[in-house]
């Protein structure tokens, strides 16, 4: 009950394109949903997070959107552009656990020229 | 900007010998953590550390491993007899709080660990 699955395991896309990354979780008292960003060699970086009581956030070219019935979230990436190839790790926690973060698999994203 | 920082970099250790890993968080955070991933793998939590104790630790965490905060500014994960399966890389984190900021991790680039 404490996995998070992500979807795709890899992904390439197109200069300009947009990408999408999708999670889905099955604990229902997860209430804190972040991405992280790992560039090779690096630690994750927090991208982006959302809390369940709204449906979509956006920063910049990021986007999350939060389905909290479906028990989904994905990441959209808008005009990706080749330095967002990275990997991106979605997660969840239960606010009070100490940070506890239960990750997703990752995706690899490879934006092409 | 204030960073997360690990040492060393990359370690190779024979089987059975002990390992320490050191990490120096981010001066103001409070909550201290270490994950772990293997090649290719997520990454996976290992323990988490609060004034001076351990608040909650997930079953990879055992008796082999261990975290000290020893001097005010160091927070070092020990594992005392290493196995082939601990290959990975080890990050440390730190956040500056719990409550609305549950899940603002910081982490560091990492500590390879080779087990030989």
């Known amino acids: 009950q404490q996995q998070v699955k992500q979807s795709p395991q890899s992904l390439i896309v197109q200069k300009g394109g947009i990408s999408i990354i999708n999670c889905a979780y099955e604990?229902?008292?997860?209430?804190?949903f972040p991405w992280y960003q790992q560039f090779p060699g690096k630690g994750p970086a927090l991208l982006i997070a959302?809390?369940?009581?709204?449906s979509e956030k956006k920063e910049g070219r990021f986007t999350i959107s939060f389905n909290k019935s479906a028990k989904q979230f994905s990441l959209h990436i808008m005009d990706s552009q080749p330095g967002d190839s990275a990997t991106y790790f979605c997660a969840a926690s239960i606010t009070g656990t100490a940070s506890k973060l239960t990750f997703g698999t990752g995706t690899r994203l490879q934006v092409t020229l | 900007e204030p960073e997360v920082t690990q040492t060393p970099s990359h370690q190779v250790t024979q089987m059975g010998q002990e390992v320490i890993l050191r990490c120096v968080p981010i001066s103001n955070h409070l909550y201290f953590y270490w994950y772990r991933q293997i090649l290719g793998q997520k990454v996976e939590f290992l323990v988490s550390f609060y004034n001076n104790e351990i608040s909650e630790k997930s079953e990879i965490f055992d008796d082999q491993f261990s975290v000290e905060r020893p001097d005010g500014s160091n927070f070092t994960l020990k594992i005392r007899s290493t196995k082939l399966e601990d290959s990975a890389m080890y990050f440390c984190a730190s956040s500056k709080r719990q409550g609305l900021d549950t899940g603002e991790l910081f982490f560091g680039e990492g500590s390879r660990l080779t087990v030989l």
């Open positions: 959302i809390r369940p009581d709204v």
């Open positions: 604990n229902t008292a997860f209430d804190y």
